[in-house]
């Protein structure tokens, strides 16, 4: 079984700091894939990285892929209280098989 | 197309009861697929259909639950003899092609709660 290990699972910030949050496996993935869940809802996708070493920007979110596709990190500047919720990782093997799924990191950052 | 929909969004049930949840996934997407997550936890995986075939179940999902999707359209999961262990959020998805490029579209999931 595959396993997505993300840490810290809980992380209290102050608006305008920056932070990062890590996801690691023992495991190769074809493709790592981010989420943010905020209470009540279902993930939303935020970006999806193919390619060891990767790294793609999304405004204020750095995510990064590992060089031997085990792992992923993602940064974050100047966080704002908007930024709050549950990020989730997901590891894609083949396309062919489900998502597997870290546990999260709950983020909460305070005006 | 308004993304991926569930009903019903809570379901409060005693012990013992059936239950069944609807999801109709976003048209175009050709696979759909049922996760559960409790409180902590990420999604796990229970089952996946591409189109009509239900491809695979996870060792996690017990004989009392079964999942349809007829004519692969909207899928039903169905939970028989409701247990408090199944107290969870059930989140449906659906996906182009396994979701590599675009992802998985998640539905606001059904919020399930035995007592």
């Known amino acids: 079984t595959q396993l997505l290990e993300q840490s810290p699972q809980f992380l209290s910030i102050q608006e305008g700091e920056n932070l990062t949050v890590y996801c690691n496996s023992s495991?190769?993935?074809?493709?790592l894939q981010w989420y943010r869940q905020e209470p009540g809802e279902g993930p939303v996708l935020l970006v999806t990285v193919v390619t060891g070493g990767e790294v793609k920007k999304l405004k204020r979110l750095t995510f990064q892929f590992g060089d031997a596709r085990k792992d992923s990190s993602l940064h974050i500047t100047a966080a704002q209280p908007g930024d709050t919720g549950l990020y989730l990782c997901?590891?894609?093997?083949?396309?062919?098989?489900?998502?597997?799924f870290g546990k999260g990191t709950r983020l909460s950052v305070i005006a | 197309d308004t993304g991926v929909s569930q009903d019903p969004r809570h379901k409060i049930t005693k012990r013992g009861q059936n239950v069944t949840f609807r999801c109709d996934p976003i048209?175009?997407?050709?696979?759909l697929y049922w996760y559960r997550q409790t409180l902590g936890q990420g999604p796990e995986f229970l089952t996946y259909f591409q189109n009509e075939a239900q491809l695979e179940k996870s060792r996690l999902l017990s004989d009392r639950f079964s999942a349809e999707r007829p004519k692969g359209s909207f899928s039903t999961l169905e939970i028989q003899r409701t247990e408090q262990g199944d107290s969870a959020m059930y989140l449906c998805a659906s996906s182009l092609d396994g979701g590599r490029s675009y992802g998985y579209t998640f539905g606001s999931g059904t919020r399930l709660t035995v007592v």
């Open positions: 048209s175009e997407h050709n696979r």
């Open positions: 997901a590891g894609d093997n083949s396309g062919n098989t489900p998502l597997v």
């Open positions: 495991s190769v993935f074809s493709s």
